[in-house]
T-cell receptor, first 114, second 108 residues
Framework: DAGVIQSPRHEVTEMGQEVTLRCKPI?????LFWYRQTMMRGLELLIY????????DSGMPEDRFSAKMPNASFSTLKIQPSEPRDSAVYFC????????????FGAGSRLTVL | KNEVEQSPQNLTAQEGEFITINCSYS?????LHWLQQHPGGGIVSLFM???GKKKHGRLIATINIQEKHSSLHITASHPRDSAVYIC??????????FGKGTRLSVIA
């Protein structure tokens, strides 16, 4: 397996633009997590899905953020409109509920909002 | 107060030194994880443990459930060990709660 695949790796955009981040989890993993990492706050959970269903989105900062998981192999995190304070690295991670409870992280998407 | 506290925040060591990074948590857990994040950003899971000790190469992780404390040790440290080490805990199937990380620099 190629691991958790995220795209884009880097995105620079202007304030007010829509940003869409994409994630392909490891095949067979039934949990998917979106995290945001900043210098000030470290890693923060934004939302997670189990079997494509959102379980907890209490970490989503505000209505500008939305996430979907239309099927077991794809998820998106959308920011509309983007603001400079959204600049961060966004990680997607997945794991299986069976076996070891170990997360596999994607390489991250570094977002810069000017 | 953060549920997961790590110390130190930053650590600089000479190559070959024995390194200890500490993690304390305030909630009941089913597992504690140690993660490594290299410059460039990729995050890798090093250990998951719920009791005792685990060893992988030069890395050793221990946990004391009663004291709600874990340590990550690196023996014979090397510059390639330079990274951010992150402690995280979870209970059952709940998501991980992360510490802020410890930034380690090993100088040759």
């Amino acid at each position: 397996d190629a691991g958790v695949i995220q795209s884009p790796r880097h995105e620079v955009t202007e304030m007010g633009q829509e940003v869409t981040l994409r994630c392909k989890p490891i095949s067979g993993h039934d949990y998917l997590f979106w995290y945001r990492q900043t210098m000030m706050r470290g890693l923060e959970l934004l939302i997670y899905f189990n079997n494509n269903v959102p379980i907890d989105d209490s970490g989503m900062p505000e209505d500008r953020f939305s996430a979907k998981m239309p099927n077991a192999s794809f998820s998106t995190l959308k920011i509309q409109p983007s603001e400079p304070r959204d600049s961060a690295v966004y990680f997607c991670a997945s794991r299986s509920s069976s076996g070891a409870n170990v997360l596999t992280f994607g390489a991250g998407s570094r977002l810069t909002v000017l | 107060k953060n549920e997961v506290e790590q110390s130190p925040q930053n650590l600089t060591a000479q190559e070959g030194e024995f390194i200890t990074i500490n993690c304390s948590y305030s909630v009941g857990i089913s597992a504690l994880h140690w993660l490594q994040q290299h410059p460039g950003g990729g995050i890798v899971s090093l250990f998951m443990l719920s009791s005792g000790k685990k060893k992988h190469g030069r890395l050793i992780a221990t946990i004391n459930i009663q004291e709600k404390h874990s340590s990550l040790h690196i023996t014979a440290s090397h510059p390639r060990d330079s990274a951010v080490y992150i402690c995280a805990v979870n209970s059952g199937n709940t998501p991980l709660v992360f510490g802020k990380g410890t930034r380690l620099s090993v100088i040759a």
